[in-house]
């Protein structure tokens, strides 16, 4: 679609959007849900098990149209549409929020932050992810939920094995600064695209729902970052729901949200092994002396990136992980 015919569309919606959510109690109130991955993953279901949710405790008064796959929207448009008002809801990972001018959520790219699931379940649910939230509500968005995926694995269709190993090489990233002082730092050359666009460096559970085991040779399962999701609704729609609407739709998050946290880990396992089963990718498990050298080389970036991300979160973050550790 045009830019032009684009613009036109969406401002269109966005007129709509404001009525709808003040129209009288008889009529449905349309919730569009857009994301760019497919529905057999953490983040597609999750989508599914909200609507379900959203119909049954409104009884029907709001109707969610999910739209995965980029189907509606790719990567850097939705994140447009939301904000005019042509989508309601989105899913992206909080490595796109750059271009909104909300840096802060880089913090989730910094490598080998943490450990696992439960650190990043601690840190969002903690003041660090309301705080985060806090910085989407003048972009007119408020941020409902986190949504973890699952740790990301590169691939390539050569073996990675050692840091030397990526010398040269073009690798895709979401539009985050992080992400791309990461992947120079690994001594290769970072390239922004949409997610529709390519096969990605990403969880398992990404890239097998997007087939990229048939035309990438290598898979090495690194656990070098984690694909986290912020949903995100548009602000204006939002405020301007009837009370009763707004309570049932958080219930209906708080439930979704629950279920994405619980099925992520065993989604991404099964991905694992059916790329595994189809043997179209060799899977090299990175030993621990390795990751350990690749975290090493790694560390620089924290100090580089501390002014983008806040010393403030920087240590906020580290001290729930260390806790969390304690808590296990
Ligand atoms: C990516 O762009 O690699 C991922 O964020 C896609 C997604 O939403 O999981």
Redesign the pocket.
């Known amino acids: 679609m045009k830019l032009v015919q684009f613009a036109g569309a969406v401002i269109a919606s966005a007129l709509f959007t404001g009525a709808q959510a003040q129209q009288p109690a008889s009529q449905s109130i349309v919730v569009k849900f857009s ?3 497919a529905d057999e993953t953490p ?1 597609g279901k999750g989508a599914i098990r909200f609507k379900e949710l959203a119909e049954a405790k409104t009884k029907g008064r709001v109707k969610v149209e999910v739209y995965p796959n980029s189907q509606l929207y790719k ?1 850097r448009e939705e994140l447009e549409a939301l904000q005019l008002g042509a989508v309601q809801m989105l899913a ?2 909080v ?2 929020f750059g271009p909104l001018g909300v840096r802060k959520f880089e913090v989730f790219d910094l490598p080998y932050m943490f450990p696992d699931n439960k650190s990043l379940e601690h840190v969002v649910e903690g003041p660090v992810g309301t705080g985060l939230f806090k910085l989407l509500e003048p972009k007119g968005i408020v941020g409902l939920a986190y949504w973890f ?1 699952g740790f990301k694995e590169f691939t390539a269709n050569r073996p990675l094995r050692k840091l030397d190993d990526f010398k040269g090489m073009k690798i895709r990233i ?1 539009s985050s600064k992080i992400l791309e002082g990461e992947i120079k730092a690994f001594g290769a050359i970072p390239q922004v695209m949409a ?1 529709s666009e390519v096969y ?1 460096a ?1 969880t398992p559970s ?1 890239k097998y729902t997007q087939k990229m085991h048939e035309v990438q040779k290598h898979m090495t399962l690194s656990d070098h970052g984690v ?1 986290m ?1 912020a949903v995100i609704v548009n602000k204006k729609f939002w405020d301007g729901l009837p009370a009763d609407i707004r309570k049932a739709l958080s219930e209906a998050m708080a439930e979704a949200t629950k279920y994405v946290w619980d099925i992520a880990r065993r989604e991404n396992e099964d991905a694992l092994a059916k790329i595994k089963a189809a043997k179209t990718t060799e899977v090299y498990v990175l030993p621990p002396a390795e990751k350990a050298a690749w975290r090493k080389a790694m560390l620089p970036l924290y100090r580089e990136y501390e002014g983008v991300v806040g010393k403030d979160t920087l240590q906020a973050i580290e001290k729930t992980v260390a806790q969390s550790a304690v808590k296990k």
């Open positions: 994301h760019v991955v983040k990567d992206p990972s490595s796109k995926n979401q997610f990605t990403n990404n694909v999701y």
